[in-house]
């Protein structure tokens, strides 16, 4: 029997659980109430691998998630998990509805849909879209609908009213599957290479050094495949960055380190998302 145990964003019937299946499916499954519980869990070994969703096609990137890998210098990205995201509305009655549930992303995911078809329902965000499923399906009043998956609606035997009214029928959810860098049990890629994606976080003291390292992709002929920043809460207006590319060599990679303030190699892992001509 496979030991190895995969955190995710619970309760079962999530994209988190979706992700843990596609990535590890004779692992041991593990739900979690919170993305930070997930990373926690991570830290402290209580599970081997975690999933995160760190990035939506139509809703951009999940801002929390990388709160949580913001000066994070244990965790490790393995790989990235694609996974097709099609939502439905579970509950009881669309006539009796006053309040529609669900993951935040998931507003974001179905903004055109919920405006032309539910102007008059509140939106209440709650923890995941599993969980959403679970309280309209026990509001017997018929008050209270979910934004969910078909996924969850068949692990739970849920009524599902309207099938794919996500805004974008391409839509995906891209997770990382991640590790600890002192895990004893999972083996970790020890340097990046040209044809993988590498994941880096990283602080400068000054924009100029930022022009700097992009001069130095560039003449590389590396590539951008994604770039996000948070608020370094060290200084207003400095920030850590999160860049991923392609094209990355371990002796590029040496030199960027040496111009950052603070410099965290976060992976390297098959690129499944962007073509690099």
Not at 18 to 32: E, V, Y
Not at 167 to 177: A, V
Not at 196 to 218: A, E
């Amino acid at each position: 029997m496979n030991s190895v145990k995969v955190g995710f964003l619970g309760p079962k019937g999530t994209f988190s659980n979706k992700a843990a299946l596609l990535a590890k499916p004779d692992a041991i499954h593990i739900s979690l109430p919170t993305l930070a519980a997930v990373v926690e869990a991570i830290e402290s070994h209580q599970v081997n691998l975690g999933l995160l969703p760190i990035e939506n096609s139509t809703n951009g990137s999940v801002i929390p998630a990388y709160d949580l890998l913001k000066y994070n210098k244990d965790i490790v990205v393995l790989d990235e998990i694609l996974v097709p995201v099609h939502h439905c509305i579970v509950g009881h009655s669309l006539n009796n509805a006053n309040r529609l549930l669900s993951h935040p992303q998931a507003f974001g995911q179905c903004t055109k849909w919920i405006k032309d078809n539910l102007p008059g329902v509140t939106a209440v965000p709650v923890n995941s879209t599993s969980h959403a499923a679970e309280i309209a399906s026990n509001d017997q009043t018929g008050s209270t609908l979910a934004i969910s998956s078909q996924f969850c609606a068949d692990a739970y035997n849920y009524k599902v009213l309207v099938k794919d009214v996500e805004d974008d029928q391409n839509n995906c959810t891209r997770f990382l599957l991640l590790t600890s860098r002192v895990s004893n049990t999972i083996p970790i890629a020890p340097e990046c290479t040209r044809e993988k994606k590498t994941f880096l976080q990283f602080t400068v003291s000054h924009t100029k050094k930022l022009n700097y390292i992009f001069q130095m992709l560039l003449q590389e002929n590396s590539a951008f495949t994604n770039l996000v920043t948070r608020p370094s809460c060290q200084n207003p207006w400095t920030y850590v960055y999160f860049i991923e590319c392609v094209g990355l060599s371990q002796t590029l990679l040496l030199r960027i380190e040496s111009v950052c303030d603070e410099f965290s190699f976060m992976g390297s892992y098959e690129n499944k998302t962007t073509k690099v001509v």
